[in-house]
């Protein structure tokens, strides 16, 4: 038998035809070195094989038995059911795919190794197991009688006979054929000092761990690969941005800034300042800004980047500011475009809402150079936009863009200053890799006469208090959100939805009150109309979903109400609860959880409703749910992992931050380990760069 090499076609291994080899190319799989990387799902513990007659409900085991019998079963679902035997006892083996298929594959006398967990109905049985025929004329048992991989499924792949078990025939025989290792681009002393495998060992243990310990170490040595190229990416991204010599030069501050920070309602708070400052001398700078303003919700971002823009306005130049949804969009221009006016700038508004004729004038007099600051939504990234000198580049709750749609405004203009505001709180350890291409400046405090916000969970059965809590509320000055996960009953769930809660309070218990009623299907214009209603009063409640979770700012508001809260993530939560308590005013957030409430979502509420602290409840949503969309992982345009957790893996984040630093201060001069470590990353940054499109 040829040998295999890293290089070798996938086609060289045993079984795999045309057909298979042709498939695998279609994800990605080429060589052998490719396959490697393929990393199994789950595994499989049959380490510990188990006489029927000892099976236990819900306790995955694995038997090895005997086709007795088998054939369709028609019923309300027709399904195909095997009984499978051993010395102790038998067992019903059931599917309710595949009929065909399985009609095929068994014949009485077939001996089979079966993994699943046994449950009951009219006897013990097991629903769709994981199957590995044995051979009695081979003593070829890879796939039994050890921890197995799963891998990855697509259909693609199991039509050509690549389903799981295919998949393990490709990397048994890989491994037993394999005359090469993968090559360790760590240098070893790096290794030794760490308490790393060598990259090959984990790979293959990977797929063939000897026992479940071996898998940890495996997973801690793979995901430090995996968070260093991420770390190495940004940190290339930075030193590219570094070498831009930008053309704009700024004068200092002149009036325009000036009166306007005099014309504000309120004074700057020193983190406010001490951020304006910051990004004024980026602005001033050589090299392009690029900049995250990062704080909690209702810090007062926004302020510090209107002052951006007029800055750049100053200057003469443009400025497009970005933000996810059209409700944020408008209440951005509503709210400045007076100030902003008042010193001589020019401000407009673009969203997907605008009638054509009114399209086609803003982006006129944007590419005539007529507007100095254009507010948008998703609109400002289209074709017919352009600007005669776009000089800075703001986008608003940035998290919730893809990298394509930033960089597609970006791209609008020559080189501009970019400042991305995001009012999810990042734990810093993560704020350095996510962002760690960007200065950050934080705003930690919220402006003065801010009431801290008192939170509680309930179940459902107190809503009478609430609605009597909500009346006295109103009654003295207040207003109210009430947030509902559905707009209206679905047939999947009977969860709680804002259009029939509003047909029943303002029937019943909330007849008294003014209520409204917004979502993402309210039309643009009829829900700018409620909510300026509501911001100056003339509603005392507004019933909406989520679609408030970002930016509305209402400062009367006092009182928050989420029903299904169980359903919420934490840092959500914590984004509604800053729609309140932004007057003076005393404020409650009450989340009302109906049951079952799992465990974890008890955990989460009373996190909730003891955790005021927006950074610390980003560090707990980590942990309890890893991180997820809502740090815009993804969005942030860096690859995904596939291994590392950025929580719970960031002390390797650490080691790797120790391991990159002399490198990348002092590329010219590396030793020869180095050298090929930084070769080595250089090479795979390479190949993501051309991915993301030059991103
Ligand atoms: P976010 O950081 O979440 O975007 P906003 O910019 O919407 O917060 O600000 C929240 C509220 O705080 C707004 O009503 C804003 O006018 C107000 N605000 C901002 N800065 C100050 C300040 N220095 N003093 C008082 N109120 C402020
Ligand atoms: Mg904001």
Not at 120 to 144: K, N, T
Not at 465 to 487: C, H, M, T
Not at 648 to 669: F, S
Request: proline share 5%; hydrophobic share 40%; glycine share 8%.
């Amino acid at each position: 038998m040829a040998e295999l090499r890293l290089n070798s076609p996938l086609q060289y291994v045993k079984g795999v035809g045309p057909r298979k080899s042709a498939v695998l190319t279609k994800h990605g799989l080429d060589t052998v070195e490719d396959i490697l990387g393929y990393y199994p799902r789950q595994y499989l513990d049959r380490s510990n094989i188990v006489p029927i007659n000892e099976l236990k409900i819900d306790q995955p085991a694995t038997i090895i038995g005997e086709v007795k019998a088998h054939g369709v079963l028609y019923g309300k679902a027709k399904r195909y059911e095997v009984i499978l035997a051993d010395e102790t006892g038998n067992i019903s083996l059931l599917w309710f795919r595949g009929v065909k298929y399985w009609e095929r594959l068994f014949k009485k006398g077939m001996k089979f190794a079966v993994t699943g967990t046994p449950s009951y109905f009219q006897g013990l049985q097991l629903l769709h197991p994981d199957l590995e025929r044995i051979d009695e004329h081979s003593d070829q048992m890879v796939h039994a009688g050890r921890i197995i991989p799963v891998y990855p499924q697509t259909s693609e792949l199991s039509k050509v006979g690549l389903s799981s078990k295919g998949i393990r025939n490709v990397t048994s025989f890989v491994f037993d054929h394999l005359s090469e290792e993968l090559d360790d681009y760590l240098p070893k002393t790096f290794l030794s000092k760490h308490h790393f495998m060598p990259r090959h060992t984990a790979v293959a243990r990977t797929h063939y761990p000897d026992d479940r310990d071996q898998l940890e170490s495996c997973r801690r040595r793979l995901a430090f690969d995996e968070l260093l190229e991420l770390q190495f990416l940004v940190a290339r991204n930075k030193g590219r941005k570094a070498s831009i010599t930008k053309k704009r030069t700024y004068q200092p501050p002149g009036d325009m800034l000036t009166d306007f920070k005099n014309g504000l309602l309120f004074e700057l708070t020193p983190e406010q300042k001490k951020a304006t400052r910051e990004i004024v001398a980026d602005l001033q700078g050589e090299r392009p800004m690029s900049r995250l303003l990062h704080g909690d919700v209702g810090c007062g971002k926004t302020v510090v980047a209107i002052a951006a823009a007029l800055y750049a306005a100053e200057n003469k130049f443009q400025c497009a500011f970005m933000a996810p949804t059209e409700i944020l969009a408008q209440q951005h221009y509503r709210n400045w475009n007076e100030f902003l006016s008042a010193v001589g700038a020019v401000s407009a508004i673009l969203t997907a809402s605008s009638s054509a004729a009114e399209k086609k004038k803003v982006a006129q007099k944007c590419a005539d150079g007529e507007i100095d600051i254009l507010f948008g939504t998703h609109a400002l990234i289209y074709d017919y936009v352009s600007f005669e000198r776009l000089g800075l580049v703001i986008i608003d709750e940035q998290h919730r863009f893809g990298v394509e749609q930033r960089g597609k405004l970006y791209a609008k203009g020559e080189d501009p200053d970019l400042l991305v505001m995001t009012a999810t709180p990042i734990p810093r350890t993560l704020a350095l890799t996510l962002y760690g291409d960007l200065d950050i400046s934080t705003i930690e405090a919220l402006p003065p006469g801010r009431q801290p916000i008192r939170t509680v969970w309930r179940t459902d059965d107190v809503r009478d208090k609430v609605w009597q809590y909500l009346r006295d509320e109103i009654k003295s000055g207040g207003q109210a959100y009430l947030i509902y996960p559905l707009i209206e009953k679905s047939d999947q769930s009977n969860l709680e939805n804002v259009e029939d809660a509003y047909r029943e309070l303002s029937a019943g218990p909330l007849s008294d009150l003014r209520l409204a009623i917004v979502h993402g299907r309210v039309k643009p214009k009829e829900r700018d109309a409620i909510l300026e209603q509501f911001r100056i009063g003339k509603i005392d409640i507004l019933l909406a979903t989520t679609v408030i979770e970002v930016g509305i700012d209402n400062p009367n508001a006092t009182v928050l109400v989420i029903e299904h809260a169980e359903r919420f993530g934490l840092a959500q939560l914590h984004q509604l609860r800053g729609r309140i308590g932004r007057g003076g005013k005393p404020a409650t957030a009450i989340a009302i959880a109906h049951p079952p409430v799992s465990a974890i979502a008890r955990q989460r509420l009373e996190y909730f409703a003891e955790q005021g602290d927006g950074f610390l409840i980003a560090e707990a949503d980590l942990q309890l749910r890893g991180p997820g969309e809502i740090f815009g992982v993804r969005q942030s345009g860096l690859p995904e992992l596939r291994i590392a957790n950025l929580w719970q893996d960031r002390q390797l984040m650490e080691i790797g931050r120790t391991l990159l630093e002399p490198m990348l201060t002092n590329p010219e001069n590396l030793d020869s380990d180095s050298h090929k470590l930084y070769n080595y990353l250089t090479r795979k940054a390479r190949r993501r760069e051309l991915n993301l499109g030059g991103g």
